[in-house]
């Protein structure tokens, strides 16, 4: 399966535009009071690597940022980078992560689905790199760009159906998947540099994050990730391979996308021998990623360096 190409597939658009709609449409329910979007200037990212995989085909719209919900987010994403999160080398385990924010692939969740997950893995020893991916085209103004999601998504949408293709659902993303693969290969052609085991590198993705590392590990090609975590990402059932990375899954059982499709994912990993580990917490709803909040789905993150830990990746007590 990994010698497939995503640009061989059947372009089951239909599809993929339903779940990138949910994905899309989604606001945080609980931090709606800071739901308006703001204008920023673009931060200082003297760390961001860029990876090579050349600018966007057709961009007209140049990379932008916004605020909301308290976070930062990037949107026209057109030239994808790699920013470096290191701990301190005496503390480093070898293990690295590399972050893949959502956003329905025309924003990235830059703050609260990136930066504060890698600087929360290097406090633990591991070396994380935050993925910034190139991006669907929206319109430059943001205005504009909140205008027209709104428009587009009158009325709310819920996530993919129950026994929705997983191939449809990840056609499309070959280009965020060319940039994951770029992601790889340089955290290991500079592994001695990063204090990292080239044979210790995995992924975590959230919500569209999570679908790009869904399609990394089972069609990337060399990507190979030694393990993945999807953070309220898909669950539909998915054709594994006997190699297929160990999986941690972390959702709300009241995400309006993903809490009512099913465990397919899981059964499909179990049906492949595979480790998988599953944690489904109360309340929480979509995107919670590191934002504070008084659901037990805030502790996602302490289970994912528990798992970690029990398959030594973590160092205990680090």
Not at 254 to 274: E, M, Q, Y
Request: hydrophobic share 45%.
């Amino acid at each position: 399966m990994r010698s497939r190409s995503l640009k061989r597939r059947p372009a089951l658009a239909l599809c993929m535009g339903l779940t990138l709609a949910a994905l899309l449409a989604v606001p945080l329910p609980a931090l709606a009071q800071n739901d308006k979007m703001a204008v920023i200037a673009t931060p200082s990212q003297p760390s961001a690597i860029e990876l090579g995989t050349g600018p966007l085909p057709g961009a007209t719209a140049t990379e932008s940022w916004h605020s909301q919900y308290g976070s930062v987010f990037a949107r026209n994403v057109t030239v994808a980078t790699l920013t470096p999160f290191l701990p301190d080398p005496a503390k480093a385990n070898g293990t690295a992560v590399i972050v893949a924010p959502g956003g329905g692939f025309t924003s990235l969740s830059m703050q609260n689905e990136g930066w504060d997950v890698a600087k929360a893995l290097a406090a633990h020893g591991v070396a994380a790199f935050v993925l910034k991916y190139r991006l669907n085209q929206t319109p430059q103004d943001l205005a504009a760009y909140e205008a027209a999601m709104k428009a587009r998504f009158a009325g709310g949408g819920g996530g993919p159906p129950r026994g929705a293709d997983p191939k449809a659902m990840m056609a499309g993303i070959a280009t965020q998947v060319t940039d994951a693969r770029a992601a790889f290969a340089l955290v290991r052609k500079r592994a001695a540099e990063w204090h990292v085991q080239p044979d210790k590198v995995g992924m975590v993705g959230f919500s569209a994050g999570a679908m790009l590392t869904l399609a990394t590990a089972l069609d990337g090609q060399d990507a190979k990730p030694a393990f993945i975590g999807t953070i309220y990402g898909p669950m539909s059932n998915f054709p594994v391979p006997a190699d297929a990375p160990p999986l941690f899954i972390a959702l709300a059982a009241d995400d309006p996308l993903f809490g009512n499709t099913g465990f397919g994912l899981i059964d499909s990993w179990r049906g492949a021998k595979r480790p998988v580990e599953f944690h489904l917490f109360e309340q929480g709803g979509h995107g919670f990623g590191m934002y504070p909040k008084k659901t037990t789905s805030t502790g996602w993150f302490d289970e994912f360096v528990r798992w970690m830990t029990m398959h030594d990746w973590i160092k205990p007590g680090a």
